[in-house]
């Protein structure tokens, strides 16, 4: 073993407590009995996945302010979901984002400065505070729906079906699934091993979505197609944020180099495609 190996190794060791429990925080939210607790802490797992973004983003000096803001909008985004401001909840970090834009077209020399800032910050806070704190939408709605999903947990469902999807996708990779079409086709299917994630993410839901949220087999399948997608294009988009940064696969788990994100993109993604389809189907 190389000494960069051996070094990658360590910081490995170092960072998975860390991993471990910000895991465990998101469980807890499921089951406490306070809302206001299982919000907080589901504020602090998006403080520290906005923190590690905006570490692996090259942002310029004059851009902390920017940074601060959004660090300042995941309590206020909390908020307004624990008072049961909806309408403002959904509106708060479009609205943000887009007076973020305007003020920056007048603030910097030219457009591309603007943009330049507008995405790399815009697209932390859309993802990483306004789609995650759909997990607490989730948590606050659930005992305000009528039926039998009112005595299920919507939250843990969702939990549950993403790291599956996580877990199954990782072991297709592991496996090469996406080469075993070389043999056959001469070609290499990239998206085999995330296609064959989502199917078994679907099947997952009809075995636990009757039993944890007393859903149809069907509702529970396509839940499951739904819920599985959206984390297979969250994971897709990091892989892909990370490409363009030159963050490789290994150092991937690296705190400050995607350690974090890789385990709550997924649910950036998953929680409000699964929060509309509870509010549409329920």
Same mark, same amino acid.
């Given at each position: 073993?190389?000494?960069?190996?051996?070094? !990658?190794?360590?910081?490995? /060791? $170092?960072?998975?407590?860390?991993?471990?429990? &910000? #895991?465990?925080? =998101?469980? @807890?939210?499921?089951?406490?009995?306070?809302?206001?607790?299982?919000?907080?802490?589901?504020?602090?797992?998006?403080?520290?996945?906005?923190?590690?973004?905006?570490?692996?983003?090259?942002?310029?000096?004059?851009?902390?302010?920017?940074?601060?803001?959004?660090?300042?909008?995941?309590?206020?985004?909390?908020?307004?979901?624990?008072?049961?401001?909806?309408?403002?909840?959904?509106?708060?970090?479009?609205?943000?984002?887009?007076?973020?834009?305007?003020?920056?077209?007048?603030?910097?020399?030219?457009?591309?400065?603007?943009?330049?800032?507008?995405?790399?910050?815009?697209?932390?806070?859309?993802?990483?505070?306004?789609?995650?704190?759909?997990?607490?939408?989730?948590? !606050?709605?659930?005992?305000? /729906? $009528?039926?039998?999903?009112?005595?299920?947990? &919507? #939250?843990?469902? =969702?939990? @549950?079906?993403?790291?599956?999807?996580?877990?199954?996708?990782?072991?297709?990779?592991?496996?090469?699934?996406?080469?075993?079409?070389?043999?056959?086709?001469?070609?290499?299917?990239?998206?085999?091993?995330?296609?064959?994630?989502?199917?078994?993410?679907?099947?997952?839901?009809?075995?636990?979505?009757?039993?944890?949220?007393?859903?149809?087999?069907?509702?529970?399948?396509?839940?499951?197609?739904?819920?599985?997608?959206?984390?297979?294009?969250?994971?897709?988009?990091?892989?892909?944020?990370?490409?363009?940064?030159?963050?490789?696969?290994?150092?991937?788990?690296?705190?400050?180099?995607?350690?974090?994100?890789?385990?709550?993109?997924?649910?950036?993604?998953?929680?409000?495609?699964?929060?509309?389809?509870?509010?549409?189907?329920?």
């Amino acid at each position: 073993m190389t000494s960069l190996e051996k070094t !990658v190794s360590m910081t490995r /060791l $170092e960072v998975r407590p860390l991993l471990w429990s &910000l #895991l465990a925080m =998101l469980y @807890l939210s499921a089951f406490v009995p306070s809302v206001t607790f299982a919000l907080i802490l589901l504020g602090f797992i998006s403080f520290q996945a906005l923190k590690e973004f905006f570490t692996i983003m090259p942002l310029r000096r004059s851009e902390r302010l920017l940074v601060l803001l959004g660090y300042l909008s995941i309590p206020i985004q909390l908020y307004l979901i624990g008072a049961h401001y909806y309408a403002l909840a959904l509106a708060f970090i479009p609205f943000l984002i887009f007076a973020l834009a305007a003020w920056l077209v007048t603030h910097y020399e030219t457009t591309a400065q603007a943009l330049n800032s507008t995405l790399k910050i815009g697209w932390g806070l859309f993802t990483l505070v306004f789609g995650f704190s759909h997990l607490g939408l989730l948590l !606050v709605r659930n005992g305000e /729906l $009528e039926g039998t999903l009112r005595e299920g947990n &919507l #939250l843990l469902y =969702l939990l @549950l079906l993403v790291h599956a999807q996580t877990i199954m996708q990782t072991i297709l990779l592991r496996w090469r699934v996406n080469e075993w079409s070389r043999s056959v086709f001469k070609l290499s299917f990239t998206g085999l091993a995330g296609i064959l994630s989502i199917l078994a993410v679907s099947i997952f839901a009809w075995a636990v979505g009757p039993w944890l949220l007393a859903l149809t087999p069907m509702n529970a399948m396509s839940s499951g197609l739904l819920i599985g997608s959206g984390a297979y294009l969250g994971s897709t988009t990091l892989r892909a944020i990370q490409h363009a940064l030159e963050i490789n696969e290994v150092d991937r788990h690296l705190p400050g180099l995607g350690g974090i994100l890789f385990y709550i993109y997924p649910f950036a993604y998953a929680a409000p495609l699964f929060f509309y389809y509870v509010n549409l189907f329920a």
